[in-house]
């Protein structure tokens, strides 16, 4: 069972990502195509699940609503900010998504999936590292007066 997400706090984490909340009214989410309105940015309403939770639902609107919509999802799934994001609840528009708080197996899996996307750069990083150790190493015993003789 999922934990309950308040429409404002959803709204707090889009609006710190620099996201512009419209504050619609519910009838207004509903109403018309979500490009019509005059500024992009989001508005938040509360969804009750089947098993009665309480959950938010996030729209983009505004005339660039599509990429809104995928900086609500970038956004919400940060790990500082533990959400879910998903699309398959009953009665979403195409521009809505749901927002539920993530388990912590969601984001167990999303530190490894981000473990295994950053290993190839992360050894290079530590070859990087160890090279200029050993160089920083020779170049102190040649200081030393210690070179190699061959």
């Known amino acids: 069972m999922p934990r309950t997400t308040r429409p404002h706090t959803i709204a707090g984490h889009l609006t710190a990502g620099g996201l512009t909340d419209l504050r619609l009214t519910e009838d207004e989410q ?13 508005a938040t309403r509360s969804y009750r699940a089947e098993d009665g939770t309480l959950l938010t639902v996030a729209g983009a609107y505004g005339p660039d609503w599509y990429m809104t919509l995928a900086q ?13 994001v998903t699309d398959d609840a009953p009665s979403l528009g195409d521009h809505e998504v749901l927002v539920r708080w993530a388990t912590s197996a969601e984001l167990r899996a999303r530190r490894q999936a981000q473990a295994i996307r950053q290993a190839p750069l992360a050894r290079m990083l530590r070859q990087q590292d160890a090279a200029v150790k050993a160089a920083a190493e020779r170049q102190a015993l040649e200081d030393a007066g210690q070179s190699a003789l061959w």
């Not at 109403?31 to 500024?39: A, F, I, L, T, Y």
């Not at 609500?72 to 879910?84: A, D, S």
């Open 30 to 42: 509903h109403q018309g195509h979500p490009g019509r309105h005059e500024h992009d940015g989001f």
């Open 72 to 84: 609500i999802r970038f956004r919400l799934e940060q790990p500082y900010v533990k959400c879910t």
